[in-house]
C-alpha cells in the first residue's frame, strides 16, 4: 500500500488487527510486527518486518536480479542503501555463508563479512527455505546481522515510483510510525551525494589472498585455478570476494591495500599489475583514490570495475553523472564496442562516466565524427559500429570500447596510449551472468603485454573455469550418453 505524506496517517492504523495476527499465526510466516517505508517525497507503504527490528535511513533503490540475494546483501558496494528486490519471493533458497560476498576482513567497529547495506524490501519473503546447502533461513539471517527488513510492500508500484522519480532517500522501521517523526529523521540523515562511504567498507590494512584462500566448498562447480604468474596489488573500494577469486583464478597472486594507499608504496612493491575494485557512494568522494591512481597510470598495467573505472576516470579528469535510478541487476545489456558483441552483465552503481568530458572526438579515429550526439546517448556509436577515440589532455587517447544498451551511457573505456582499461559492471558473475568473464583474462594478457588484450572470444572465455568445462566431465558425460 502506497500514501502520500499528507494523507496523515496515524500510527496505530499501522499496527495489525487481531484477525490477521491470529491468521499469519497459523502460516509458515507466523506473527509479525507492522513496518513502514517512507521515502524522501513522502510517498508512504506499509508491510511487515522480516528482519531485525529497529529505524535505518538510507539510499533506496532497486535490483532486478531473479536471484543471488545473498551475494547482493553483501556486497559492500550497498553501503548507505536500503535495496528493493524486484523479484516477488524472496529467500527462497536459504542462505549458505560461504557465498558471503563481503570480503571485508573484520575491525573493532565490525566484524568480518558483514553486510553494509541499510536495510532490504521484499514483497514476499520465504521463513522456509529448501535447498541442500542452505544452514539458515534469509529472516534468520537478518536478524543476527542487526539489518531491518520488510515485506508485504507493493514492490512493482516502489520499483514504478524510483524510476518515474529517481532512487531518492528513505526511512524503514519496525518502531516508528508518526510520519512527522520519520520525516524528521529523513531530514538528518545524511546524503548520499558527497559522502565518502569507502572508508567504511575498505580494509584497514592489506592482506594477501591467493589460491590457498579460495573457498573450498565451491569446489564441485569452480575448477582449479591457473598456477600463479603474476603479483597485483587490489585496492580495495569495497571489494567482492568473487572478483578476488575471479582475479586468483587467471594466474593472480593479491595484495589487497586500503583505498588510501599511496601510489608510491604499491609501485615499490613492483607488481605487474594494479586491479581497482568495487565500492559504494559518490566517486567524486573518493579523491584520495583516484589521486592515487592518476600516479599510476602509465606506470603500471591498470584494471579498474565498477567503482574502479570511475576512478580511472576521474584520474583523467572526467566528470561523472548521478543516474536518475542507477543499474543494479544481473540483466544489463552491454554492447561491446571492439567485438560488436551483447553482453549481459552484472551491475551495482548509481553513477556514472561523461565520457564527452574526457575530451574530443579524433576524426580519424571515430569513423570521421566530430560532434557527441546532442542527446547524449551513446548508443549511436552502436549503430554506426564504431568505437570512438577522444584526446585526454592528461593521458593521451582514450576510447569508448562499451554501453549501457538500456540507457546509452558509457559502461567501459581503454586507454591506447597507457595500459589501462575499464568497465562499469562486475564480470565476476556473482550473482549474475558469466559473459563478460573475458575481462580477468583481458587483464592478464595486458599484464602479458599483448597489445590486443581485450580481442578475445567471449563466448567460448565463459565457459572456462567451470567444473562442467573440464575435458574430464565432458568425457564422462559421452561415455554415459
Same mark, same amino acid.
Given at each position: 500500500?502506497?500514501?502520500?505524506?499528507?494523507?496523515?496517517?496515524?500510527?496505530?492504523?499501522?499496527?495489525?488487527?487481531?484477525?490477521?495476527?491470529?491468521?499469519?499465526?497459523?502460516?509458515?510466516?507466523?506473527?509479525?510486527?507492522?513496518?513502514?517505508?517512507?521515502?524522501?517525497?513522502?510517498?508512504?507503504?506499509?508491510?511487515?518486518?522480516?528482519?531485525?527490528? %529497529?529505524?535505518?535511513?538510507?539510499?533506496?533503490?532497486?535490483?532486478?536480479?531473479?536471484?543471488?540475494?545473498?551475494?547482493?546483501?553483501?556486497?559492500?558496494?550497498?553501503?548507505?542503501?536500503?535495496?528493493?528486490?524486484?523479484?516477488?519471493?524472496?529467500?527462497?533458497?536459504?542462505?549458505?555463508?560461504?557465498?558471503?560476498?563481503?570480503?571485508?576482513?573484520?575491525?573493532?567497529?565490525?566484524?568480518?563479512?558483514?553486510?553494509?547495506?541499510?536495510?532490504?524490501?521484499?514483497?514476499?519473503?520465504?521463513?522456509?527455505?529448501?535447498?541442500?546447502?542452505?544452514?539458515?533461513?534469509?529472516?534468520?539471517?537478518?536478524?543476527?546481522?542487526?539489518?531491518?527488513?520488510?515485506?508485504?510492500?507493493?514492490?512493482?508500484?516502489?520499483?514504478?515510483?524510483?524510476?518515474?522519480?529517481?532512487?531518492?532517500?528513505?526511512?524503514?522501521?519496525?518502531?516508528?510510525?508518526?510520519?512527522?517523526?520519520?520525516?524528521?529523521?529523513?531530514?538528518?540523515?545524511?546524503?548520499?551525494?558527497?559522502?565518502?562511504?569507502?572508508?567504511?567498507?575498505?580494509?584497514?590494512?592489506?592482506?594477501?589472498?591467493?589460491?590457498?584462500?579460495?573457498?573450498?566448498?565451491?569446489?564441485?562447480?569452480?575448477?582449479?585455478?591457473?598456477?600463479?604468474?603474476?603479483?597485483?596489488?587490489?585496492?580495495?573500494?569495497?571489494?567482492?570476494?568473487?572478483?578476488?577469486?575471479?582475479?586468483?583464478?587467471?594466474?593472480?597472486?593479491?595484495?589487497?591495500?586500503?583505498?588510501?594507499?599511496?601510489?608510491?608504496?604499491?609501485?615499490?612493491?613492483?607488481?605487474?599489475?594494479?586491479?581497482?575494485?568495487?565500492?559504494?557512494?559518490?566517486?567524486?568522494?573518493?579523491?584520495?583514490?583516484?589521486?592515487?591512481?592518476?600516479?599510476?597510470?602509465?606506470?603500471?598495467?591498470?584494471?579498474?570495475?565498477?567503482?574502479?573505472?570511475?576512478?580511472?576516470?576521474?584520474?583523467?579528469?572526467?566528470?561523472?553523472?548521478?543516474?536518475?535510478?542507477?543499474?543494479?541487476?544481473?540483466?544489463?545489456?552491454?554492447?561491446?564496442?571492439?567485438?560488436?558483441?551483447?553482453?549481459?552483465?552484472?551491475?551495482?552503481?548509481?553513477?556514472?562516466?561523461?565520457?564527452?568530458?574526457? %575530451?574530443?572526438?579524433?576524426?580519424?579515429?571515430?569513423?570521421?565524427?566530430?560532434?557527441?550526439?546532442?542527446?547524449?546517448?551513446?548508443?549511436?556509436?552502436?549503430?554506426?559500429?564504431?568505437?570512438?577515440?577522444?584526446?585526454?589532455?592528461?593521458?593521451?587517447?582514450?576510447?569508448?570500447?562499451?554501453?549501457?544498451?538500456?540507457?546509452?551511457?558509457?559502461?567501459?573505456?581503454?586507454?591506447?596510449?597507457?595500459?589501462?582499461?575499464?568497465?562499469?559492471?562486475?564480470?565476476?558473475?556473482?550473482?549474475?551472468?558469466?559473459?563478460?568473464?573475458?575481462?580477468?583474462?583481458?587483464?592478464?594478457?595486458?599484464?602479458?603485454?599483448?597489445?590486443?588484450?581485450?580481442?578475445?572470444?567471449?563466448?567460448?572465455?565463459?565457459?572456462?573455469?567451470?567444473?562442467?568445462?573440464?575435458?574430464?566431465?565432458?568425457?564422462?558425460?559421452?561415455?554415459?550418453?
Amino acid at each position: 500500500m502506497g500514501t502520500n505524506l499528507s494523507a496523515g496517517i496515524m500510527s496505530a492504523k499501522a499496527a495489525p488487527s487481531d484477525l490477521a495476527q491470529r491468521i499469519m499465526s497459523r502460516t509458515s510466516k507466523g506473527c509479525a510486527s507492522a513496518a513502514i517505508l517512507m521515502l524522501a517525497d513522502g510517498t508512504v507503504f506499509y508491510g511487515r518486518a522480516c528482519g531485525a527490528a %529497529g529505524t535505518a535511513c538510507g539510499e533506496v533503490c532497486f535490483n532486478t536480479s531473479l536471484e543471488g540475494y545473498f551475494e547482493v546483501l553483501t556486497d559492500p558496494s550497498y553501503a548507505g542503501q536500503i535495496v528493493t528486490m524486484t523479484y516477488p519471493q524472496i529467500g527462497n533458497y536459504g542462505i549458505d555463508p560461504d557465498d558471503v560476498q563481503s570480503a571485508y576482513p573484520g575491525s573493532i567497529e565490525r566484524g568480518a563479512a558483514t553486510p553494509a547495506l541499510r536495510g532490504m524490501i521484499v514483497h514476499d519473503m520465504c521463513h522456509t527455505p529448501s535447498n541442500w546447502r542452505s544452514s539458515i533461513s534469509l529472516p534468520e539471517y537478518l536478524k543476527d546481522n542487526g539489518i531491518v527488513a520488510v515485506e508485504g510492500v507493493d514492490t512493482r508500484a516502489l520499483v514504478r515510483h524510483l524510476r518515474d522519480h529517481g532512487a531518492q532517500q528513505g526511512v524503514i522501521s519496525t518502531e516508528v510510525f508518526d510520519l512527522t517523526e520519520l520525516a524528521a529523521k529523513l531530514a538528518e540523515a545524511p546524503a548520499l551525494v558527497g559522502e565518502n562511504l569507502v572508508k567504511t567498507v575498505s580494509c584497514a590494512d592489506e592482506y594477501p589472498y591467493a589460491a590457498a584462500d579460495l573457498p573450498a566448498a565451491h569446489a564441485f562447480a569452480d575448477a582449479a585455478p591457473a598456477p600463479a604468474k603474476y603479483r597485483v596489488v587490489v585496492y580495495d573500494c569495497g571489494i567482492k570476494r568473487g572478483i578476488l577469486e575471479g582475479l586468483v583464478r587467471v594466474g593472480c597472486e593479491l595484495t589487497v591495500v586500503p583505498w588510501n594507499t599511496p601510489a608510491s608504496h604499491v609501485l615499490e612493491m613492483n607488481p605487474d599489475g594494479v586491479f581497482l575494485s568495487n565500492g559504494p557512494g559518490d566517486p567524486d568522494a573518493v579523491e584520495e583514490t583516484y589521486a592515487q591512481v592518476q600516479q599510476l597510470i602509465g606506470k603500471v598495467p591498470l584494471f579498474g570495475i565498477c567503482l574502479g573505472h570511475q576512478m580511472i576516470g576521474l584520474a583523467c579528469g572526467a566528470q561523472m553523472e548521478k543516474l536518475k535510478f542507477g543499474h543494479r541487476g544481473g540483466n544489463q545489456p552491454v554492447m561491446n564496442l571492439i567485438s560488436h558483441r551483447v553482453e549481459i552483465t552484472a551491475q551495482n552503481h548509481g553513477f556514472g562516466l561523461v565520457f564527452p568530458s574526457l %575530451g574530443k572526438l579524433i576524426p580519424e579515429l571515430s569513423g570521421g565524427e566530430t560532434e557527441y550526439p546532442a542527446d547524449g546517448d551513446l548508443r549511436v556509436w552502436a549503430q554506426r559500429g564504431i568505437a570512438p577515440v577522444v584526446q585526454n589532455e592528461r593521458f593521451g587517447r582514450i576510447r569508448l570500447t562499451h554501453i549501457n544498451l538500456n540507457d546509452g551511457t558509457a559502461e567501459g573505456i581503454q586507454l591506447l596510449d597507457s595500459p589501462a582499461f575499464s568497465v562499469q559492471y562486475h564480470p565476476e558473475a556473482a550473482p549474475g551472468p558469466t559473459d563478460a568473464h573475458y575481462l580477468f583474462t583481458a587483464f592478464a594478457h595486458l599484464m602479458d603485454g599483448d597489445a590486443d588484450y581485450l580481442d578475445i572470444d567471449i563466448s567460448k572465455d565463459r565457459l572456462a573455469g567451470w567444473v562442467f568445462d573440464s575435458e574430464d566431465v565432458s568425457a564422462t558425460v559421452d561415455t554415459q550418453a
